[in-house]
């Protein structure tokens, strides 16, 4: 017997139309479709006619559900496994049952389409040659911050989901954290009527959404872009301390050589830094 297919469908993140005519026809094609919500997914399948037999798969019936459709994918049938909005898998039910394919042998196809991070980073106006996606942030304060200090030397484009009843909280710690210059952008209900995006430092998307309570409503995606590079002749505090430790012990010119030499950093700029460090009260450098 020919073991079946599960077919992973990106359906629209907010306009109906946002679907590929290869995820129409997979999702009228196949034997059975798995929704995360069969309720939520009921309109979409509707309105392009697709008739396929519908069965609940999310989080809380992961195993369950998902030991009877690797029984029916084992048996030869079809199944296209979709979940509310977007790519299945991101922030979404579905990842257990792709690697449980991958561990029997069973074949996954993606039908791409959709999804909030890429349609944001599109269009946001950041950088978008690298990025991570690091999904919702922590829900309280401490954690939401220690998040963000793990982030703050970031050398390339975060994307975050962010629910309407957060964003502020989130915003607000974004720029306790990471300073209110940080370049960021928010896209909010893209595809959506009320699409809106918003680039700028974190401070001014703050106030935008401070003087607009329409704009704190809906869906959110909020990108920070990479932290400023340091001027060329900074000196990064391990390299410092190290300086520091070397001008006690030798000689300024031995100690700014020695600590080039380790650093990689130019002489000179080191030389200049130990010359500060001498004029500093309650030090003492051997010349
Ligand atoms: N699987 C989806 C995807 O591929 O983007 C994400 C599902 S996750 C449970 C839902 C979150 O995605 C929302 O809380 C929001 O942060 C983001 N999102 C989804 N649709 C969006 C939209 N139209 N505009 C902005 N953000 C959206």
Known sequence: MQNGILYVVSTPIGHLADITYRAVETLQKVDLIAAEDTRHSRPLLQH??????????HDHNEEGAGYQLLRRLEEG???????????????????????????????????????????????????????SFEGFPPRTRNARQEFFRELRHASQTVILYEASHRIMATLADAITILGPEREAAIGRELTKRHETLLHGPLE?????????????????VLLIAAAPAPPADAIPP?????LTLLLAELPLKRACALAAQISGMSKNVLYRRALELNEEPDREVSI
């Open 238 to 242: 391990d390299t410092e301390q190290m």
């Open 204 to 220: 001014q998307l703050q106030e935008s959404l401070r003087q607009s309570p329409n704009q704190r409503k809906g869906e959110f």
């Open 77 to 131: 049938q079809q199944i296209a496994m979709i979940s509310d909005a977007g790519t299945p898998l991101i922030r979404d039910p579905g990842f257990q049952l792709v690697r449980e394919c991958h561990r029997r042998n069973l074949r996954v196809v993606p039908i791409p389409g959709p999804s909030a991070l890429l349609c944001a980073l599109a269009a946001a106006g950041v950088a978008p040659d690298r990025f």
């Open 48 to 57: 392009y006619g697709i008739t396929t037999p519908v069965i609940a798969y």
